[in-house]
């Protein structure tokens, strides 16, 4: 039998109806997250994508995750394929599944300024036995700070609560096209780059004419594109054209946010074919 581990943990999934998933909806106002827990666990991703997710609530194996493989993105960064994201994790909870993702094996920690548990990564970070350049940290820009004074602030923030001198990979959360600001709040993180504070910067839900629009502007490609992937919303059009530019697609809500994805013949047969739940 395994251990298991009884803190609280969510997986980088979101509803339809979360601040996440409707940036539109009073983008101006603070972050405000419902940490509602949710059931999950790893799944393997599929070829040339990564994954961020988690065990279930009270379900985390302390056995090691071993021989996670990397991707590399195209400024030569490797990136672990499987992650453990913080999405609707309370600020106070955070630490411990974070320490235990460590534990586990998880090298991939996926945060940002909308969950509002950066500081808890950070501390999680500082007093893991891991070595901090073997862990890969990703956070967001959240909406409310597009433009490039509001997101040099906004990372400088992000920086201090996760008490971190350089990050492994910084996104633009939302494209917000209403607002028209993607763009210069792109600059800003090319800027970032250039100054080495990031070792690579990408974009989260965007589609192929955002993605244009910003390698037309400033001649740099996202590394990253994290994007809701799962076997119910292959998105195929979407990696072909990620593909074709050298971009990375990452999968959020890589279980199909739980819709009857685990209770499928084939997954069932899969899982019990390697002992797993």
């Known amino acids: 039998m395994r251990d298991r581990w009884p803190g609280g943990v ?10 996440h998933d409707a940036p539109d909806r009073d983008a101006d106002a603070a972050p405000r997250v419902r940490h509602a827990r949710r059931r999950s666990s790893p ?14 609530i009270g379900l985390i194996d302390t056995e090691s995750v ?10 030569g960064v490797e990136m672990p394929a499987l992650g453990f994201g913080v999405f609707r994790v309370p600020p106070d909870e955070v630490v411990a599944p974070v320490t235990a993702a460590l534990d586990a094996g998880y090298r991939l920690i996926d945060t940002a300024t909308l969950y509002g548990n950066e500081e808890g990564v950070g501390r999680a970070i500082a007093t893991s036995d891991v070595p901090r350049d073997e862990i890969f940290v990703t956070t967001k820009v959240w909406n409310s700070e597009h433009g490039r004074d509001k997101t040099l602030r906004a990372f ?3 920086m201090k609560l996760l008490g971190l001198d350089v990050l492994d990979l910084y996104l633009i959360h939302w494209p917000t096209p209403q607002r028209d600001l993607y ?12 100054d080495k ?40 059009e979407l990696r072909a054209f990620h593909e074709q530019h ?16 685990l209770d499928a013949d084939v997954v069932r047969r899969i899982a019990d074919a390697h002992d797993r739940t």
């Open 183 to 194: 763009v210069e709040t792109w600059q800003a993180l090319t800027e970032l780059y250039a």
């Open 43 to 56: 799944n393997r991703p599929p070829p040339h994508a990564t994954s961020v997710t988690s065990r279930p």
């Open 246 to 261: 050298g971009i990375v697609t990452e999968s959020w809500s890589p279980l199909g946010r739980g819709h009857g994805l």
């Open 197 to 236: 504070r990031v070792r690579a910067i990408g974009v989260s839900n965007f589609n192929p004419s955002h993605i244009e629009r910003l390698i037309d502007a400033t001649g740099i490609t996202p590394a990253v594109n994290q994007v809701e992937l799962h076997p119910g919303f292959p998105q195929d």
């Open 10 to 19: 969510t997986a980088a999934q979101n509803d339809r109806e979360s601040d």
């Open 156 to 158: 400088d923030a992000s």
């Open 66 to 75: 071993t021989s996670i493989p990397v991707r590399t993105l195209n400024n």
